[in-house]
Structures are given as C-alpha cells and as structure tokens.
C-alpha cells in the first residue's frame, strides 16, 4: 500500500569525482532511495476498511498580523499570500536568535470542496500543531480553541462542512508571550523561540459511523483508540496486549468483530484476536485483545525490529466498517535501581549515549516538513547516538516514526522550561498537555521514558507527585517510567533521577547514590563561562575552522579538566544508564543574540569535526570500521595530525615526507571505547610548498589506514585542496525522495572545490542559487539568504517542492562572476507523486503557481547546454590561460628553497 510501501525510484540527483569521497564527506552513489512511512494521525491507513485520509497541506492563503472577520466564509482573501503547510510564518535568516522571529496573531484560510464519496461519513480535520493560542472555524462556525503549541488540535466537522460547494477553514494563530499556558515563559528569555504558524501536517479523517476513536479527541483516560501494551517478554516468547475504543453513532445496534492482526514487515500473519462486538447507538465498547509471539523479533536500538498491527472493526457479515494499521516494536524496558537499564531482559551493557534535541531547522524555523524529521533522525543515528530528549517539549509524529524505524530512543517532554505560575490554569493545562502527549506517542516502541515534569523549574512538591500519577494513570501497564531531575522537589516519586556522574562536573555530581534509584544525565558537554556572555570551548561555528572545531571535540570527548564528557559516562557504573549531549544541532534562541552553536552539526545539518568523533565511538562490529582525518593540510593546520577510527590501529603516512606512523589502540588511556589517535608534530605546510613548487603535488597527501586484526579495513587518502576552479552541489536528501505537493525541502550544498574535487576550506566567496522547474528557493536577497556566503568550504540553500511531480533544476554560481571565478554547477532533482490524497483549490494554486514562475524562471538552457558551455570555458581558462601564467611566476617568482 502507497502511504508505507519501500519505492525503488531512480534518482540522479548528483554525480561526483572520485577525489569526492577521499574529502572526508563520506557521499555513495547510486544508493537504493528509501520511502519511510509516516503516519496520519496516529496511524497508517489500509484500502478499503472505508477510513480514508486526505492531505489537507496544499494551497491556504494566510496573513500576518491580525484581520477583523477573517473567520467568515465570504472574507475578501484573493490578497492574502498563498502558503502550503507545514508554515512557520516567515523565512527567517539562518542566525535567528534574539527575538528576530515575529510573535503575535497570524490568520490562515482554506478553500476547498469535499472530496466525493464522503456523504454520511464522519470527518475531522486533525492539525499536528499550531503554535500558541489558537482558534480553528469551518464556514464561520468556531469549532475550538486551543492552548499550546506541541500537541493535536481536532475538530469534529461532519454537522458543518458543506457536500455540495465550497468550505472554508479559517485559522487564527497566536504565538505571542502568555504565562498561562506552557511553556508560559517570554520568549526574550528563552533558550528557544515560538516561532509561530501551523507549523505540522494538517489531515483530513474520513471513516464510518461506527469507527475507532481519536484518544487526542475522545479525552478518555487510558482509552481512546488504539492501546498496545505488553506482558511478559522474552526471546522465547512475548505477550501483546492489545485495547481498541470503538463508538457507534449509528441509529441502530452495531454487532460484529473487531479483529487484530500481528504481521511481520514483510506481511507474514504471526498471531491474531478476535473479540465480539455490540454497541447500542450513541455507545462507545472498548475490546481487549492477546496475541502470544513465539520467539519474537524484540526492539532494541542495534536492531529495530517493527511489526505491523492491522486492527479492523467488521459488521455481522464479515465486511470492513473501519480500520488501520500501526507499526509497533516489542519491547521491555525496565530500571532496576543500582542494577541499571534491562532491555528485553538483559542488562544493557553500554551506556546509552545520546542527545537533546530542539525542532528548528535554519530559515524555516519549526516547519519542517515530515522528510527533515526523518533525516534528524538518521543523522543522529548515523553519529551512534541511541536516545533522543525531546527538549523541551513533544515533537512531530514524523519524528517519533523515524525513532521507531531507526532506532533511537525517545525520552518525551511536557513542554516547559524554567517557568512556574501560581495561576491554576496554568498548572491545569500541564496536566492536559501530559495527557494528550502520552494519548499521541504511548504505542510507539522508542520511548524510553515520559518527562512529565517541567523543565529546570522550582514546581510545588505537590505538582511532581501528581504528574507522577497522572502517567500511571494514562498508562496504567508495564515498562512504563517516569523521570524527574535528582535537585527538584518531589524527586522522592521518580524512579529515574537525572544527575551526572560522581565523576563528571565536580559542581553539579551525584553526591550520594540510592540504590533504588536509576539516574541518568539528562543535559551534557555545554560549558559557559557565564550564563550572560555564554563563551565557551563547546560552542563552535564551522566557519571558525578546525582548530575550533577540534577543541570543541575534544571538549566533549575527554577534556583536560574536570567536565561531563564522552569519557565520563563511559566510565560510569551501571547504575548511572548515560546521558544526552547538549546539543546536536546549532539552533535560534530567544534570550541571546548568539544562536546555540555547541551542535555537531549546523543549522543546515552539516556536520563539524565532532560530529566524526560520536561516529568514531561506535562498535565497528555493529557500524562497520571507519576512519576519518581531521586535518585540512592548509597554512594555518595545527602541526599535530588527529584521526578519528574505531579500529585497533591507525597507519598514517605523511605523503610529503614519506612517513609511516602507527598508533595501537592498546596504547591509549582507558576511558572511551575509541579513543582518538594524535599524531604529534607531525605536519608542516613548507613541506608541501617545497613539493608544490616542484610541481609534485601528487606527493602531498595524508593517508589514514584503520586496521583490526592485522588487516586493513578502512581508509581515507586525503589531499590538500588547491586553486578554487569550480562548484560542486548536492542535494542532502538521505536517499529520499523529493514529493510534490508544495511543502517538501531539502538542503542543496554547494562546495568550492579544486580541480580535482577537494572542497577549498579556506573560501570566502557568495554562492548564488537559481532554480527552475517544479520547486522554489526558501529566501531572497530581502532576507539576507541569497546569495549565501561561503561557510568552511560550503554554502547552503533550501529548495521547496512545487505543487506537481516533475524536475527541478538548481544552479549555483559564484558572485561577482569572472574570467578566473570558479565555475558554477548545475542540479537536477526529481519530484514524485505524494503518498496521500491532497484537497485544495485548484484556482488559487494557479494564482500561486504563476507568481512562483516569475520568481525562480532565471536559469536559460538545459542542463547539458549549461554543462557544455562550463566546459568549454574550463579549456579556455584552465588549459590556456592559467598555463601561461603558471609559466611565468615558475621563470620569475620565487624559487623553492
């Protein structure tokens, strides 16, 4: 079925010189493109069960800034911009922090006829998340309002919704400052921003009259749809405990079956339960069903293991009345006090290293489309960390999906952050929103833990113990756990504590242990000199370079002096379980001029030199060996060479000398599992001149070889990058596919490389991008986003799907051109169909579409035309000119000593 089948799509989206890979960037063509399943609501949806869901993203028109009866149906609109969803308001420039971001009411308006076929069914509209205070209308009938901007908004439409013309949804959301909802505190200071809008996916639910139930809608505690819960589990067999909530609003008694149906990933049947149905009119039944699994494939993070769960709910005579699917692992999870984490039984024998995360991404603030969670996800899988922090707040559906297929652990958050009010509202809306987030994310198979407390703040005793119940409450089974930090009052109700290590951070250590109690490091590695100025050895741009970067490396591998670092919780005992890195991605802030910028990766995603020591820390038996050199071999190198392996040996030979150096890992200090080799004093950048100069460039080179058991199992050869001549670009997709329908993205890189490919680090260029074709460029020149400059080698740009499947052509130049400018590259993108139905009005799309068309139609010829004329200008330049004066410096410059 489309909404989760694997498509093999050919996509030949770029196409790069060998000298590529040896750079350290780690691309592989021709890789099989990868289709993940994203649910809807909460599930994903089978053919003909008469539940049906439709893309309600496309083609609203929207205003910011508030507009007097905007919710009636006959507003004038036609002026209003034409957006799609997810939105987040405006285009934001990629250093956001300090209150750039606009706060206040912004107004969203759809148009649309009802897809045929649904008279007689029920239909809600279910909105993923609109920041702040919201109020949602459907042809000038207000249907809700809602407080907080992390969790579904629903809305029951079946009395109001017109079958014979056009609805129309209005929208008026506020991301403005209000205490009485969380996270209540003014963004001005926040260690995030509100960045406002309907910022995720927006469904349309189309199904039956008698139907499972929406738990986000229903409000029943412990019921509402569809609970998965487990018993006993083991290798030799498992129990899956299984609870469905249907409700009849039929005028007649429903009796039939509700069936539950385990399969494999591949569609095989592993068990089933029947139970028997009979619900008067207006009543609602809750079933609950056992499927016994005989030797289970259990979900661990090293192998995420999911199973799909069919549930259908059929009529006396056998047919489908309603029903879906959801993918689920099986899984135990239990803290055993001083005895630590038992995963599926076992003691989990490593500590479980990870990394909080906050939502935005550069430019687009919070609204990232379903395929960036994704790739959230797997990048921070790819650097080996096993557990996520939702910090501080629950985060897209898509992201939990991408959690549960990949691998990564989620610890989830009620949204707070250092904020108390003594209003009960306040303190009333906490608790809904614990709720609603344990209705929306209780089935999946990564969470690891619930958050229920706020974050960092001095709450009443009272408030811990009853977020506490509230859970238990909500989740009244097994493996469920409850986490709180080790300082904050009511901590005596948590069976998890955060602390760090008796080792770590001498001010902030665990100064006693209770055995009965499990602790992990909830934030780790950030390391200010005060909390005002915020300078810090952790807190590195690309753009500084490499010996910022490799300090901030070594800052959260093994500092020399006393910190909670990599090696830290590697040292720890059992019951101390790991800890979270603060953070992986440079994000915006409220309360600072300076963006966060401790991530391992940037706004953009791409990584800095720490990101390769977290990858280097993983089991090579479980990852595969890798081997990376953290050295450019530019002028300003440091002298000593580092080499990131996860081998037992690194063989480094020093082209320009002829050195071979071999480190063992035997030799390294304990600590961390792969500590990183240091080759002493062992660059020097005249050597390379004297070879250059001699025109025996091929002789500089370094070349790391990682060797386990006495083979050699991974190498790097790395060159020095020479003359700038040309751009290369990619597109930072993961092997996923681009879909149309206006609110899909992915980030194109552009790289200043030599002739050869090796990306010129020590590049201060503006990189313009032009796009033609089915898509768009996020920002302009207005926004200060295009043309972008040149950061450690690379520039980055946001390219937006348009409307409709087709190609999508990126070209990059660099500006001011010039005779010896590095010539400008060209990116061919294909767009695909998207997996669900989508609803909007065709006339304003056109209106859109037409405007789009004026912006970005500034690329002439195809892209072989433009690849043939970059040619012919290389043999001109390169093969001509550039001799020539080669020649002359040689016969009158200076001579090699």
Known sequence: MRSYMLFKIKHPAWILSAAFFLSGLHLTVAQQQVSPAFSTAGFYTIPETGREVFSMNPVWRFFRGDAADAYRPDYADTSWQVVHLPHGIEVLPEEASGGVNYQGVAWYRKHFEVPEGLEGKKLFLHFEAI???SVIWLNGQELNSHYGGYLPAVVDITEFVNHDGYNVIAVKADNSDDPEYPPGKPQDMLDFCYFGGIYRDCWLIAHNKTYITDPNYDGIEARGGLFISFGQISEQRAEVLLQLHIKNELRQRFSGKAVF????????MVGQSVKRLGISPGKDQTVSGRIEVIEPSLWLPEAPYLYNLEVLVLDAQGRPVDGYMQKTGIRSIEFRGSDGLWLNGKLYPQPLIGANRHQDFALIGNALPNSVHWRDAKKLRDAGLKVVRNAHYPQDPAFMDACDELGLFVIVNTPGWQFWNENPVFEERIYQNIRDMIRRDRNHPCVLMWEPVLNETWYPEHFARNTRDLVLAEYPFRYCYTVCDAEARGNEYFP????????GDADRALKHTDPSKTYFTREWGDNVDDWNSHNSPSRVHRSWGESAMLTQAQHYAHPPYTYTSLHTLYQTGRQHVGGCLWHPFDHNRGYHPDPFYGGIMDAFRQPKTSYHLFRSQQNPAESGPMVYIAHEMTPFSPDDITVYSNCETVRLTIGATGQ??????????????????VFK?????????????????????????GIIGGKVVATQHKLPARRPSRLLLRADNENMPLLAGGSDCVTVIAFVADDYGNIKRLNNEDILFEIAGEGSLIGNSQTGINPAKVNWGTA???????????TIIVKASV???????PLSA???????EPYHRQVFDQQTAGMQKSRQDTVNSNIDGTREELQLENERLRRELNLIKLKEVERQQKEFGEKPE
């Open 826 to 832: 060209i990116l061919e993108i294909k767009t695909y």
């Open 261 to 268: 149906r385990l399969k494999t990933g591949d569609g095989q």
């Open 681 to 705: 004093d062992s660059y020097r950048f005249m050597d390379d001149k004297v070879l250059a100069m001699d025109n025996q460039h091929v002789k500089v080179y370094l070349q790391a070889e």
């Open 796 to 806: 980055a740009a946001l390219v937006r799907s348009g409307l409709n499947p087709g």
């Open 131 to 133: 920041m702040g205070k």
């Open 815 to 821: 500006i001011p051109s010039g005779g010896h400018k």
């Open 496 to 503: 998890v504590l955060y602390a760090h290590p008796r080792d």
């Open 660 to 677: 071979v150096l071999e480190q063992d890992r035997t030799e390294k200090s304990a600590g961390l599992p792969y500590p990183p080799f």
